[in-house]
C-alpha cells in the first residue's frame, strides 16, 4: 500500500468529519438563535463545499453592505496625486497674497501700488483703527464701571463701621453713667426721690492746696517763672 495514498485518505476523512460537524453547529446556530450563518468551505482537493440558512447569495450581499458602511473609505477612488498639486499649488498662490496685503498694511512694499489702491489700504486702516478704538473704550468702561461698584462697596462698608462705631460709644457712655447713678446711690426710675449722699458716704475731697507732687507737675505743665520764686522764698 502506498504510503502517500493512505495519508490522503487519512486527511480525507478528518476533513469529512471536521466539515459535517462545523456544518452541524451551524445549523444549530441558525435554529436555535434565529441567527442567518453562511459557510463556504474549499478541500484541498478544490471541492466547494457551502451551507447558508437562506440564501448564499443573500449572505454575501448583506456581509458586503456591512463592510462597506463599516470602511467608507475603503470604496473611495485613490486621489490623484496631480489633483493634489494644484491644490498645494493654489493654497501657496493664496498665501502669498495674504503675506503680501499684511506688508501693505505694515507700509511695506507699496512704491508699485496706484493711488486707488493706497486709497484703499487707508480705507482699510480707519476700519480697523474705529474697531480697535471702539473695543479699547468698550474695555475702559467695563474696568471704570468695575471700579465705580468697588468704590461703593467700600463706601457702604464705611457707612455701616460708622454705625457700629457710634452704637458702641453710646453702649460705652450709658453703662458709665449707670455705675456713676450707682456709686452714688441715684435712682434713675424716680426723679422725686433722690437720697442725698451723707457726708461719711461722700469721697475724699482733694486738698487742691498741698503741693502737687514733682512728677505730676512736670507731666501736666512746663515750669514757669513763678515756680522758681516762690520755692526759693519757702527755701
Excluded: W
Excluded at 450709658?174 to 422725686?192: A, F, K, L, P, W
Aim: aromatic share 4%.
Amino acid at each position: 500500500m502506498n504510503p502517500q495514498s493512505s495519508s490522503g485518505a487519512g486527511l480525507h476523512i478528518t476533513f469529512a468529519k471536521r466539515r459535517n460537524s462545523l456544518m452541524k453547529k451551524a445549523r444549530d446556530l441558525s435554529r436555535l438563535c434565529d441567527a442567518e450563518v453562511g459557510i463556504i468551505i474549499f478541500s484541498c482537493t478544490g471541492q466547494l463545499h457551502e451551507y447558508s440558512s437562506s440564501s448564499m447569495d443573500s449572505v454575501i450581499e448583506r456581509y458586503n453592505n456591512l463592510k462597506r458602511e463599516a470602511q467608507p473609505e475603503l470604496d473611495q477612488p485613490p486621489v490623484d496625486a496631480k489633483v493634489l498639486e494644484e491644490e498645494i499649488a493654489n493654497l501657496n498662490r493664496q498665501l502669498q497674497g495674504l503675506q503680501e496685503y499684511h506688508r501693505q498694511l505694515m507700509g511695506e512694499d507699496i512704491s508699485g501700488l496706484s493711488v486707488k489702491d493706497i486709497q484703499n489700504l487707508e480705507n482699510q486702516l480707519e476700519i480697523s483703527l474705529s474697531t480697535i478704538r471702539l473695543q479699547k473704550e468698550q474695555i475702559m468702561t467695563d474696568q471704570i464701571n468695575e471700579l465705580h461698584r468697588k468704590r461703593n462697596l467700600i463706601h457702604q462698608k464705611n457707612i455701616e463701621l460708622q454705625e457700629k462705631c457710634q452704637i458702641y460709644r453710646e453702649g460705652n457712655s450709658s453703662s458709665e453713667v449707670s455705675r456713676y447713678h450707682v456709686s452714688y446711690g441715684i435712682n434713675t426710675r424716680d426723679d422725686t426721690d433722690i437720697p442725698i449722699p451723707s457726708p461719711s458716704s461722700r469721697p475724699p475731697r482733694q486738698n487742691r492746696s498741698a503741693t502737687p507732687p514733682v512728677t505730676t507737675e512736670l507731666a501736666l505743665r512746663l515750669p514757669q517763672p513763678g515756680d522758681f520764686t516762690a520755692q526759693d522764698d519757702y527755701s
